[in-house]
């Protein structure tokens, strides 16, 4: 299979437009059998229920070549299954899992020429996502949707590939204490897109976001997980009902308790714990790992002993054993990959 003609060492995280995409359309009460097409654009009701009432949802994973020349992508069931809760939770219909997945290895495999070379640093990103498609101008559920599923190309989430991170604590809520933080709505991103200009205009790769009802402990970033390790050398993450259940962040556990031989904790961590930690991370399918170097909380600098220019050695332990049971040279626990091709 020829590869696309892409300069794949120097791509960002952006949508460049591959050759398939599938869709299925959900229509009186029933999903149909669902079709790859070329066409990369939707045509829908100018009362749609995405368009007037935000009623979506999406998904996100990666597919990766290996060292031995395969294309896998990696914990699928998980997203499928994690789609399913963000459906219930905004009155969709769910698409079943089975469905989910075999949608995942069409579009992936009638897109071969778009993986990314073992070694190139880039991936193929997936993007499931699911909308209200039909007309509905009282507040209420539509009747009519589309799920679809499309992927492209990318390099790293943020510019600069590994080197550490400087993030605020923002003054902006990102979700509530039983609101919708831990599903992955598309409102939940469009409210934070004020928070992420400010923050980048004033100089901020990310907001870490507290919790909403008392301002104390450490929720996530608009687009990722945190990770901590302790200077004792436990690996620590926020535990929340408001946080998005990161698969990334999942399986950073189990590499850490069962690859790495470290302790871990999921446990509420306050603010006020932050200045104690020795390293810090963002997790999730974008962002891998990307470490932390400092954070600012309101003029205050938080900086941690890592430092500023390369990964803290745990974390750096931990990105190179994720990477690598994604890229086939460390074995993966049962189940995690999926062979596509
Ligand atoms: N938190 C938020 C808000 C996200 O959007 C994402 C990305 O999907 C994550 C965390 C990381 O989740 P995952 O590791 O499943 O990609
Ligand atoms: C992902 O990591 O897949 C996400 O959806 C995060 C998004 C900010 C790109």
């Known amino acids: 299979m020829e590869k696309a003609n892409i300069d ?57 070549t290996t060292e031995d020349g395969h294309i896998v992508c990696f914990r699928p069931d998980l997203n499928a299954e994690r789609m399913i809760e963000s459906c219930k939770r ?59 599923l499309f992927c492209t190309p990318v390099g790293p989430y943020f510019k600069g590939g590994v080197k550490p991170l400087t993030i605020r604590i923002s003054d902006f809520d990102r979700a509530a204490p039983h609101g919708t933080g831990h599903i992955k709505a598309g409102l939940n991103y469009a409210m934070s897109l004020f928070a992420i200009v400010d923050a980048h205009e004033k100089g ?17 970033t608009g687009g990722a997980n945190f990770i901590f390790v302790t200077k004792d050398g436990k690996v620590v993450t926020p535990k929340s009902g408001s946080i998005l259940p990161s698969i990334t962040r999942r399986s950073l556990m189990v590499v850490a308790k069962e690859y790495l031989g470290l302790e871990v904790e999921e446990r509420e961590i306050y603010k006020d714990e932050l200045k104690d930690m020795a390293e810090c991370g963002l997790c999730g399918t974008a962002a891998v790992i990307s470490p932390v170097g400092k954070i600012n909380d309101h003029g205050t600098e938080i900086c941690f002993p890592s430092g500023m220019t390369d990964m803290g050695p745990v974390t750096k332990k931990l990105y190179d ?18 062979r596509i091709k």
């Open 321 to 338: 054993t994720l990477t690598g049971i994604q890229m086939g040279r460390i074995k993966a626990p049962e189940g995690w990959i999926c």
């Open 90 to 148: 905004l009155e969709m219909p769910v698409f079943p899992k089975e469905r989910f997945l075999d949608a995942v290895v069409k579009t992936v495999a009638a897109n071969e020429a778009y993986v990314p070379p073992y070694g190139s640093g880039a991936t193929l990103y997936i993007r499931p996502y699911m909308f209200g498609s039909s007309a509905v101008i009282g507040v209420k559920p539509a009747e009519e949707y589309q799920f679809r």
């Open 204 to 220: 901020f790769d990310e907001n870490m976001y507290l919790d909403a009802a008392t301002r104390t402990k450490v929720e996530e």
């Open 8 to 64: 794949w060492g120097n791509i960002g995280f952006g949508y460049i437009k591959t050759d398939k995409r599938y869709v299925s359309d959900y229509k009186n009460g029933a999903w149909d059998e669902g079709r790859l097409t070329d066409d990369n654009q939707i045509v829908i009701n100018e009362c749609a229920g995405v368009l007037q009432y935000a009623q979506t949802c999406f998904e996100g994973l990666k597919a990766y």
